[in-house]
């Protein structure tokens, strides 16, 4: 081939998860996929994310050295497990005379603004990436980091290695992101929890947007939104074998179409009710104004109808923000906000995800039903376009998912269970 036909090839970006590449055995079988696969992907830029539980376990290192692990030094230590993965493939690939050069995301332009532990990419200088491209290299990126205006290590949020494929794929306009991981793709549940879980061969972004915010772990959401806005295939597959797996992609070329995609579960929340919040303008703003200052993240908001002259306000939030949110609560206590606020941590959230939800009220019902009919009681419910949620208590999480799914999934169930 030319170099100019050379360069013409479409770039694939192909981002590994950690179980992936979780033990030297698995780095190298990574590598064996790689080589084997080369003829098609010949411009191929891999990422990976940090060995196994490696991100994990520098965290709690961290929280052995000091109360409040954040800010720059935290991402430094967090951005040290992706150096070490994409150095270890950099060596097995060229162990096997193959060209490869693992870059970090300093030696790879990859800019953030500068919020610390959860930085948001704002450009990618793709020259770098390019030249090793059509010097014939396999380009291997740490997932999860990137650099702020003073050249200082930040990264993105947990998960967030799927980010960093989705924005190299969107700068290199490739012809699809890849992520691969250790499951088949996306599936009806989450199929460590529903082992009769269906295989989708298709679904949009709006559908994959919607299920990973609503805890599917299997993408993440803002890796969706990213190749959405920039156009690029995402295909979600097995790391540990060439089937084709999920394809999510945009409309009008949906090959199947279900009002129910997904029931998804999310036990890392918990839930805080403010009692007796005076009715007075500006009250909800005062309290959501304090946890956005905190920089904590709300998933759901109720406030309920009040009587004499006072109100009830109710959030779920994420579990990992309870400490903050629980400094808040007291403070609130004692200015006059609420007379008590009630924090639960045994509270898990279930939520079913579909493209005309909205429109149709009766799938709700059925939700509900099938949650009634094994005796599992609603906390709260909030529902959206493509959402209805519902809060439960965290024991019963397993048991709800697969009521709801063999409800919306009769099929899958019983093929499974007769399998
Ligand atoms: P990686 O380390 O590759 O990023 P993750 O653990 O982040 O992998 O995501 C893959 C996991 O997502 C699967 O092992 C699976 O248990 C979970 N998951 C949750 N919901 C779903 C779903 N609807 N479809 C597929 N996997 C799901
Ligand atoms: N290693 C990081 C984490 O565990 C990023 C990722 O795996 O996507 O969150
Ligand atoms: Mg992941």
Redesign the pocket.
Known sequence: MTEQAKSAVPVVVQK?????VGTAERILAIADRIERNLPETPRLVVVL?AMGRTTDELVSLAHQVSERPAGREMDLLLSTGEQITVSLLGLALQDRGLAAVSLTALQCGIRTDGVFNVARIRSIDTERIRAELDAGRVVIVTGFQGINDSNDVTTLGR?G??ITGAALASALGAEACE?????D????????RVPG?RLWGEISYEEAIE?ASS????LHPRAAEICMEYDVPIHVRS?FHLREGTWIRGGGQMMERAEVV?V?SDSKIAKITLLDVPDEPGMAARVFEDLAKAGVNIRLIIQSASSERQGRITFILDLEFLDDARKLVQRWETEGVTSSGVVESDVAKISIVGSRLASSPGLAARMFAALGRAGINIDCISSSEMKVACVISADRLDEATRAVHQEFFPENETATASA
């Open positions: 590994y998860g950690g179980t992936s994310s998960g290695s799927d992520i691969c991981t250790d499951v793709g996306v599936f009806s549940a989450d199929p460590s879980a299920m805890g599917a772990k299997v790391s997904s998804t």
